[in-house]
Structure formats: structure tokens, C-alpha cells
């Protein structure tokens, strides 16, 4: 055969094909498929997260309120302490001097207060006869005064001294354990303008807590009493569980982001967490054990005219929440009370069954695509075929 043949032979068996396929329909018939879902019980919860710091509940940190040089440390990193014991000594030379020279003044102030007493009686017998003039009695007596408020300021001033003295031995104010030290032995610390820093005593490293910063769009859902769970990097298989125990009340803002400081319980038993070590927090603002509910989705699913085939039928209501069963071939809605969602699953007060299976989305396939025209689905979005887990076909 030749070329013009070939040519005409292949156009004749593709009009043939054409009329075949127009004669049959011009394409396979579509099959709708239905995704369900049981009306059952479960847990709705919904939760944000967030990032803190683990802290000690209870940290002191001790200074020292007077000026010299470390002549003793009886304590390091980690060491236990008990309330009132001595941690730390400062040198004592100047201070003892300084008291020696106090208690000389209130001895030397109360000697010339004894003068004056003796003379101001003497004064006083004499003014009594007539004998002094009264500008002479009351300078007397004006003596007698001074002399005794410069005893009551060296009493002062020795109690002062005693006070310094004392404070050059430093005891730890609370049962607890040692988590820095700032000075060596031999090290100066000046307390003429702040305190220096010289240790830091956490109460007790079995109770921990959580300083967490919520962001300003999650802190309204963050209430005491909630439960959290948090994990920390050096731990990545553990979970630690804690409770929302404050929410206070004062904002930082960083960057232009608010966020608020969240104080969350986390009890330390093994002594796992450390101080400093950052936690990533999930705090579960909503927690409904053991309700009804079914996907959210289910309540905004509407059957399509489209849909219908021969035999089927519509039972609609107008009510504001309903969801779908597909039984017989009739689509019924039935009207329901919903209580708390998370907007995945949406709890179910009354109206429909534990069991029931409820209608949620639907496809359009057929031998080349699978064509999704569910109200949750994207039109413009292929999906595979046969993707329903639970379904009823057409």
C-alpha cells in the first residue's frame, strides 16, 4: 500500500472511535464516594505552646552589707547548708578596731556625763540658796544634756560597730543547696554603693517551677489549675507534667512581641531538672474527657443536589446545627445540641446516638482523576483514588 492508503485507512478507524464514543456516552460514569465518621467518645482537648526556664521555687541570693576581704569560704558549688550555718567570713581586723574605738567614746562620753551630772546638782543646790544666778544654773544644766545625748550616740555607734562585726560572718538564711558562688578566698568585696553577690541557695531542687512566655494572643486561654506537660533537651525522652499555678499580670515586650509570664508547677523528685535548663511547654487550655463528638467537618457537611441518583432522596431541617446519616438512600438530617470544639471535633450533647455513623465529606471519582467536591476539600486539588478509609459508594 502506499502512503495515501495508510493515510486514509487511519483516518477511517479514528472517526469510527469518535462515533463509538459519543454512541457509548463520551465517557465512564462517575462513582461519589462518602467519607463517615462514628459518633463515639473521646477527649477534645486543644493546648498552645510555648518555651521557659526552669527555676527553683524558692532562690536566695546573700550579699554582704559591709566592706573587707574573704578570709574564709566553708562552702562550694552543690554543698547542702542548713539554715544559720556559717558559709563564709570576712576579715575582721578593721571592724574589731573600729568597735574598740566605739566602746572607748561611749566610756569617755559617760565619764564626762558624770561630770556634768555633779556639777548640774551642785548648780542646783546653789540656785536653790540664791547664791548662782539662773543664767549660770541653766548653762549648767544645758551641759548636763549635751553630755547625756553624747552618751546615748556612742551607745549607738558601738552597736553599730557590733553589727558590722557581725556581719563579716555570713550564715545561710535557708535550709538548701549552694547553686553559685561569686568570690574566692582572699578576694576584696566593696559594699559602699550595692551588695555584692556572693552566693546563691536554692531551697529545694525537688520542686521546681516553670517560668513560661505566652504570647499575647494565647494568654487568654491560659487559666491556674491547667495541666502542662514539657520536655527539656537533656532529657528528650522524658515528660514532665506540672500545673498552671500563676498567671501574672505584668507584660514584656521584646521586638514588638508582648508575651506574659506563666509560673507552672514542676515537681523534680529525681532531681532531673536542673536550674536554667529551657523547657518546651504544651499547656492544655481545654480538656473534656469521655464526651461525645464527631469531626467538626461533619456539621458544615450538606448533601448536593449533584449527588442524587435515581431513588434517593433529601430529609432536610432548618436548624442552625445538624449532621447527615445516608440510610436506604435517604440523606437525613437530624438536628443536634454541640457543646465544646476544638475545631477538629465538635462534642455532641444530645440529638444523635453513640454508634451513629454521620456523613463528613464526599468525592467524585471515575477511571482518570478523583475530582474532590467535599466542603472541606480544595476543588483544584487531585487526590488519589479509593483514599476513604470509610466510605459508602453509589
Given amino acids: 500500500m502506499n502512503k495515501k492508503t495508510w493515510i486514509g485507512i487511519i483516518a477511517v478507524v479514528a472517526v469510527v472511535a469518535i462515533a463509538a464514543y459519543f454512541l457509548m456516552g463520551g465517557q465512564k460514569k462517575a462513582t461519589v464516594s462518602f467519607e463517615t465518621a462514628k459518633v463515639e467518645r473521646t477527649t477534645i482537648s486543644s493546648s498552645i505552646t510555648a518555651t521557659g526556664t526552669i527555676e527553683p521555687v524558692t532562690s536566695v541570693t546573700i550579699g554582704t552589707q559591709v566592706s573587707g576581704i574573704v578570709s574564709k569560704l566553708y562552702v562550694d558549688y552543690n554543698s547542702v547548708v542548713k539554715k544559720g550555718q556559717v558559709i563564709a567570713e570576712l576579715d575582721k581586723t578593721n571592724l574589731t578596731s573600729e568597735l574598740k574605738t566605739a566602746q572607748a567614746n561611749l566610756s569617755s562620753a559617760q565619764s564626762s556625763l558624770n561630770y556634768e551630772l555633779n556639777n548640774y546638782n551642785r548648780y542646783q543646790t546653789l540656785y536653790d540658796k540664791g547664791l548662782v544666778s539662773a543664767d549660770e544654773y541653766e548653762t549648767a544644766k544645758l551641759s548636763y544634756l549635751k553630755a547625756k545625748e553624747q552618751v546615748t550616740t556612742a551607745r549607738e555607734s558601738v552597736q553599730k560597730a557590733q553589727t558590722n562585726l557581725g556581719y563579716a560572718t555570713i550564715t545561710s538564711p535557708i535550709d538548701g543547696v549552694v547553686l553559685s558562688k561569686s568570690v574566692e578566698e582572699g578576694q576584696t568585696v566593696a559594699a559602699s554603693f550595692n551588695t555584692p553577690e556572693l552566693f546563691t541557695i536554692a531551697q529545694d531542687l525537688t520542686d521546681m517551677r516553670v517560668i513560661a512566655d505566652i504570647d499575647e494572643a494565647d494568654i487568654g486561654g491560659v487559666r491556674e489549675g491547667q495541666r502542662v506537660s514539657f520536655t527539656v533537651d537533656a532529657f528528650p525522652d522524658d515528660h514532665f507534667e506540672g500545673l498552671v499555678t500563676q498567671v501574672r499580670q505584668q507584660a514584656t515586650t521584646e521586638s514588638n512581641v508582648v508575651t506574659y509570664e506563666v509560673v507552672i508547677s514542676a515537681p523534680n523528685n529525681d532531681l532531673k531538672l536542673k536550674p536554667g535548663l529551657t523547657a518546651n511547654v504544651t499547656i492544655f487550655t481545654l480538656e473534656k474527657h469521655d464526651v461525645l463528638a464527631v469531626p467538626s467537618k461533619a456539621l458544615r457537611f450538606m448533601p448536593n443536589e449533584a449527588l442524587l ?45 453513640e454508634g451513629t455513623d454521620v456523613l463528613t465529606d464526599f468525592s467524585i471519582e471515575n477511571d482518570d482523576v478523583v475530582a474532590d467536591q467535599g466542603q472541606a476539600g480544595n476543588p483544584f486539588m487531585p487526590r488519589p483514588r479509593n483514599n476513604n478509609r470509610n466510605s459508602q459508594k453509589k
Fill in 309 to 353: 441518583k435515581e431513588g434517593q432522596s433529601v430529609e432536610d431541617i432548618e436548624v442552625v446545627h445538624k449532621v447527615w446519616t445516608l440510610n436506604d438512600n435517604i440523606f437525613k438530617a437530624h438536628q443536634v445540641e454541640v457543646g465544646t470544639s476544638n475545631g477538629i471535633l465538635t462534642e455532641i450533647v444530645s440529638g444523635i446516638n
